[in-house]
């Protein structure tokens, strides 16, 4: 399936409709295997001792896995996350962001499933797993 956004176009899509976190997130690259997003890590996102917190993290696949979707099905605002898992796997890097590399499993036409892996920039093993559903709204 072809791209119908690539990086820059959901980076102007995310500006533009989560202008509240969009500063924090950048997509890295998109292509039509693999989406890889960016959390700019910065004290807002750490939990006492200085590691990212869990819900950083899961911010970060989240709307990864939301992005991979819509560089394939377009600019559709209202796709919702409807399961979601996260495994913890080792403690991020200090002073690292975080790199969430994504790809579909299943878009259908009202459901995708995705799986993400999170690593610290610059490191071999991953820190986190994700996988995902989310519901796409009918066409209207």
């Not at 791209?3 to 292509?31: G, P, W, Y």
Request: aromatic share 6%; hydrophobic share 45%.
């Amino acid at each position: 399936m072809t791209l119908k956004m690539d990086a820059a176009a959901l980076n102007d899509f995310l500006a533009r409709e989560f202008e509240q976190v969009a500063s924090d997130f950048t997509v890295e690259s998109a292509s039509e295997d693999l989406l890889v997003m960016r959390l700019k890590v910065s004290d807002a996102h750490l939990r006492p001792g200085g590691t990212v917190s869990g819900p950083s993290m899961f911010g970060l696949v989240d709307l990864a896995i939301y992005c991979a979707i819509l560089s394939k099905i377009g600019p559709v605002g209202l796709s919702v996350t409807t399961n979601a898992s996260i495994d913890f796997m080792r403690k991020p890097e200090s002073g690292r962001d975080l790199l969430a590399r994504c790809r579909l499993l299943k878009l259908g036409r009202v459901l995708a499933v995705g799986d993400a892996l999170i690593y610290s920039d610059g490191q071999d093993a991953p820190v986190a797993r994700s996988s995902m559903t989310y519901s796409i709204p009918p066409k209207r």
